[in-house]
């Protein structure tokens, strides 16, 4: 009798390791990733220490977003890029000379859709109490939204001292799908906008928005040297609305190739859990 208890026990054991093995870990190219429930925030799958502080580059953007939402302040009025908004730490280019004008509405949109710099830039600027009233304002929504280990220094995100742990990144982008703007002006395609004399045809940043078979409700990549390639979302997974942080991805196209594999992988019923400086581990998915 203990010796058939013993045989089903073990044979128990080795299906649940047979169907981990055929769940397997996701071939991420990220360092570090976190989905979870976009409703509960439950997690779902994870690699890396989900408290450690991270650059999170343009994702930042997400932040300067909500800023200018609960500002209040016109969405028609007219800004101006201005010498000070010009990227003097990274030397990036932007398509908005200096002069440009445009309406807080068209700077929103390029700043959230095609990761324009100077329009983040140029947004923080026109705020009462100029950028520094703006950074304080990020900072503090980002203790009202429990980001206990974020920093906000740029409102455009290539200072690496803009930093947030993954956790805080899916508390701050449940946050951001609660407006409508955001939602739409993340996951626009293109969108054309007059700069000088000229109409201007600026795109998505991740190419996914354009495809039939992923339905995004939210989005926004990032890239710095020091932050990788990075991208966070809302996308429906089997039905089930989630949220994806994918974290210092090497490869230009590697975070988008990264969450079409983590997609396919969940919907086949693998998850991941990892206990705080360990290797990950294989566990059975839940829901």
């Known amino acids: 009798m203990l010796r058939r208890l013993v045989q089903r026990g073990i044979f128990a054991i080795l299906l649940v390791m047979v169907s ?4 397997g870990e996701p071939p991420l190219k990220s360092e570090s990733f976190l989905v979870a429930d976009a409703r509960s925030l ?3 799958a994870l690699r890396g220490d989900p408290a450690e502080p991270m650059p999170i580059a ?19 009025e007219t800004i101006t890029v201005g010498q000070e908004d010009i990227d003097t730490l990274k030397g990036t280019r932007s398509r908005l000379p200096v002069g440009t004008r445009l309406t807080r509405r068209e700077a929103l949109l390029l700043a959230l859709m095609a990761s324009e710099n100077r329009a983040a830039m140029a947004l923080s600027r026109h705020y009462p109490g100029g950028r ?25 995100g290539l200072n690496p001292g803009n930093v947030a742990s993954m956790q805080d990144l899916v508390k701050m982008v449940r946050a951001a799908s609660e407006y409508p703007l955001i939602r739409d002006f993340s996951t626009r395609e293109q969108a054309a906008v007059q700069v000088g004399r000229r109409l201007v045809q600026f795109g ?69 859990t990892e206990a705080r400086g360990g290797k990950p ?7």
């Not at 981990?20 to 769940?23: D, G, H, L, M």
């Not at 343009?58 to 028609?76: G, N, Y």
């Open 42 to 44: 439950e997690r779902i």
């Open 204 to 272: 998505t940043t991740n190419r996914l928005v354009k495809r039939d078979d992923w339905h995004i409700t939210l989005q926004k990549t990032g890239y710095t040297s020091e932050a990788g390639r990075c991208l966070v979302m809302i996308s429906e997974v089997s039905g089930r609305p989630v949220i994806m942080v994918l974290m210092n991805s090497q490869g230009k196209l590697t975070r988008v190739a990264d969450a079409q594999r983590l997609r396919r992988w969940l919907e086949t019923g693998g998850s991941v």
């Open 132 to 156: 520094p009233a703006f950074l304080q304002a990020m900072n503090v929504k980002a203790r009202m939204l429990g980001m206990r280990n974020s920093r906000f220094v740029d409102p455009a």
């Open 20 to 23: 981990w093995a055929q769940a």
């Open 58 to 76: 343009s994702i930042t953007k997400l932040m300067t977003a909500m800023v200018v939402l609960e500002s209040h302040l016109p969405l028609d």
């Open 281 to 287: 581990r294989l566990a059975a998915h839940r829901g």
